[in-house]
């Protein structure tokens, strides 16, 4: 016996559409149950689909069921897939969410609609330069690294109230709100009160937290954009960078 596949399997790696639009209706309902019992307006929650490592083919059947919004870990994916996807559905919007190397800003501003992982000088000045020179000016998340974890992208906590005055004053950035990751195995509700407590200090509307794992848990924290992964698209075809 061989374990060679039938001629007419399906490709175990091809994304199923049905299942996409399954997974994104669920999703949402959860979204909405998360705010509803916080005394939250629904509509004011955002879902991030994070198609990062799966093909054009999943994200399109995503946008075919009306989901608008995606998040990608690194420029030249995000600059592979989206800008085809885009001509077809103008409405479509791109978050840059991984750790950002300052050699990849212009293509950053070039591609995104939001940029969360804003997190050091270097960056805010590469970023302010592309802004120049493209003339387009994506949404800015000040990334910061609540857990201190040294592997992580992010500003430290005590750091992070200087460098958002240093974006906004030495290099005359937005900066709309903030994005967290918190550690692995770690209980998140303390990074998200947390980045929550320190945005409302700060007057920053938008609060960027919670995945697959623990959205309705930063929901209930004050999340206003959620960022969904392997719920939607399924466990990734390879491991994706941070
Ligand atoms: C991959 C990733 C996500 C989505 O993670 P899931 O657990 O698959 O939902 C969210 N945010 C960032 C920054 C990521 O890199």
Redesign the pocket.
């Known amino acids: 016996m061989t374990d060679l596949p039938l001629p007419d399997a399906p490709d175990p790696g091809a994304p199923d559409p049905d299942a996409i639009a399954a997974n994104l209706a669920r999703i949402k309902a959860r979204i909405a149950a998360a705010a509803e019992a916080a005394g939250r307006d629904p509509a004011g929650v955002t879902l991030v689909a994070?198609s990062?490592t799966h093909p054009a083919e999943a994200v399109r059947a995503a946008l075919a069921a009306g989901q608008a919004v995606f998040?990608e870990?690194r420029v030249q994916e995000a600059a592979a897939k989206f800008p085809g996807l885009r001509a077809e559905f103008p409405a479509m919007r791109l978050h840059i969410?991984?750790g950002l190397q300052t050699n990849k800003a212009r293509d950053a501003v070039r591609v995104a609609d939001v940029i969360?992982s804003l997190d050091r000088p270097k960056l805010a000045a590469a970023i302010a330069e592309a802004i120049r020179k493209e003339g387009r000016a994506p949404e800015l998340l000040v990334q910061v690294n609540t857990g201190a974890e040294p592997q992580k992208s992010g500003v430290a906590r005590d750091e992070a109230s200087a460098f958002l005055r240093a974006c906004r004053e030495e290099h005359g950035l937005a900066i709309s709100g903030l994005m967290c990751?918190p550690p692995e195995g770690e209980d998140p509700l303390p990074h998200f009160r947390w980045l929550a407590e320190f945005a409302a200090r700060e007057g920053l509307k938008t609060l960027s937290m919670g995945?697959?794992?623990d959205f309705e848990a930063a929901i209930a924290c004050g999340a206003t954009q959620v960022?969904?992964?392997?719920?939607i698209f399924g466990t990734?075809p390879r491991p994706?960078t941070?």
């Open positions: 994070v990062k998040g870990n969410i991984g969360e990751i995945m697959s794992g960022r969904v992964g392997s719920a990734r994706a941070a």
